[in-house]
């Protein structure tokens, strides 16, 4: 059983260790460190939580309380003028294969739809194959490709 909650001003430590858990194994396949892991850097989480965009999700099998322990899974939705922003979503190594992802993706269209959205945008790292394999499985189409802060991007759309 796993729960969700807004991330909190003391979760910060813990969100940037899971981003850089679940990102971290991609630096040597794309030469570079990935945008998840840059917003680390660039204190880019902080403003994040604070806004209101930062989800957590616990697996209470492994706490007592939803409040202890570290979060296994996170989802960073940022609502724009036309689309939702899916703008991170990240499941810990050690927790993954567990359907948690799945939830997390299932919690993002939810989001949406509450909140009168009628799409989806995400955008994922070009080389970051699983990962574009996964959002097309999830009815994720691609709309462009751009190159940002150096990173080669693609970027994805899902209608609701």
């Not at 850097?41 to 099998?61: E, T």
């Amino acid at each position: 059983m796993s729960t969700i909650r807004l991330a909190r001003a003391p979760d910060l430590a813990a969100v940037e260790a899971l981003v850089d858990a679940a990102y971290g194994h991609y630096v040597a396949r794309i030469g570079m460190t990935p945008g998840p892991m840059r917003d680390v850097d660039d204190n880019g989480y902080a403003p994040y939580i604070a806004a209101g965009y930062v989800n957590l999700l616990f697996d209470v099998d492994d706490a007592c309380d939803s409040d202890d322990g570290a979060p296994v899974g996170l989802l960073v939705l940022i609502p724009k003028p036309d689309t939702l922003l899916l703008d991170n979503v990240a499941v810990s190594p050690a927790a993954q294969g567990r359907g948690f992802g799945k939830r997390l993706m299932q919690m993002a269209e939810t989001y949406a739809r509450d909140h009168g959205f009628d799409s989806i945008t995400l955008y994922t790292q070009e080389q970051m194959h699983e990962n574009l394999a996964l959002y097309r499985r999830y009815g994720y189409v691609e709309t462009h490709r751009a190159e940002e802060r150096g990173l080669k991007r693609i970027y994805l759309r899902k209608s609701l």
